[in-house]
């Protein structure tokens, strides 16, 4: 087995393939003046070749992935895996106004064509209930990061109460707060606009302890932020911010400031400065799940 990685995503693939105790290779992209790219791999391959690469600003990537499949069974590969921490395109599940593309099937259907088998994490989908139902690759696995999070959170002196900033939400807080041992409380939201929106919190003992924010996705920040506020106004002595996935660019680290968190945190799904809660272990699991 082999691991194939890509430039900015580097140290989470060696990551990957330390945790498998296999080699790490790189494929090594050419951007011409005309945005074509021309890709190259080892001139070799094994059987079974992982794939490790995140799919966030997707379009590019998703070019070089069908690019490397395609060369990739040329050279010897057998078995293809996909492990894709953040994929793309699974929020258009349906045709809101007449014309729109169905993204999540498309894409779902493209990636299925070229790779024996998909992984990723936490797939931000709301109303398909399966990955394979998106995805329908011979084997597709969708991870949570449940465990993860769960682990880094069993290192906090004093154990903070879990607030998931939506019903959406609940899925994530409950699983975690069992793993971790520790209480959580559901927010209500309403919203009316991007930006414009309005949390409700339950009646809980909020007053000095420590608050925890659990989300799948950070992208502007504005529920968290509203949540945040929420539980200062009740008396939260500090508020932080966990999400599996960061999208840079959101605006979100300003928001969130302004409304007193102290922390954000996210997975290494997305590259971002400074630390992030590592999901290397998690995935090697589900591979090697696939021999």
Not at 130 to 156: E, N, W, Y
Not at 178 to 187: E, R, W
Not at 241 to 256: F, K, N, Q, R, V
Request: aromatic share 4%; hydrophobic share 45%; with cysteine.
């Amino acid at each position: 087995m082999l691991v194939l990685g890509f430039e900015e995503y580097r140290e989470p693939g060696r990551r990957l393939a330390a945790a498998l105790g296999v080699d790490y290779r790189e494929a090594d992209v050419h951007r011409f003046p005309d945005g074509e790219h021309r890709l190259t791999l080892p001139p070799a391959l094994p059987a079974r070749v992982v794939v490790c690469r995140s799919l966030f600003e997707p379009n590019a990537k998703l070019i070089d992935l069908f690019l490397l499949a395609g060369t990739a069974r040329e050279l010897g590969a057998a078995q293809l895996i996909l492990v894709a921490p953040y994929l793309c395109y699974m929020r258009q599940d349906k045709a809101f106004h007449a014309g729109e593309a169905v993204s999540q099937r498309i894409i779902g259907r493209l990636l299925a064509g070229h790779f024996d088998a998909v992984i990723t994490v936490d797939p931000h989908m709301h109303r398909t209930p399966k990955l394979a139902d998106a995805v329908p690759a011979r084997h597709a696995i969708s991870l949570t990061a449940a465990r993860p999070i769960a682990g880094h959170l069993r290192t906090f002196g004093e154990p903070p109460l879990l607030v998931g900033p939506d019903k959406e939400s609940r899925q994530w807080v409950q699983e975690i707060a069992q793993l971790a041992g520790l209480d959580f409380i559901v927010a209500e939201k309403q919203r009316s606009g991007d930006r414009n929106i309005v949390i409700r919190l339950p009646e809980a003992e909020v007053a000095g302890r420590d608050a925890v924010l659990i989300d799948d996705i950070v992208s502007t920040g504005c529920t968290l932020a509203r949540a945040a506020e929420g539980l200062r106004a009740l008396g939260a002595r500090s508020v932080r911010c966990i999400a599996t996935h960061l999208l840079p660019g959101g605006g979100a680290d300003d928001e969130l400031s302004l409304a007193g968190v102290t922390e954000l945190l996210g997975s290494d799904s997305i590259p971002h400065d400074g630390e992030s809660i590592e999901l290397a272990d998690l995935l090697a699991e589900a591979v090697r799940s696939l021999e």
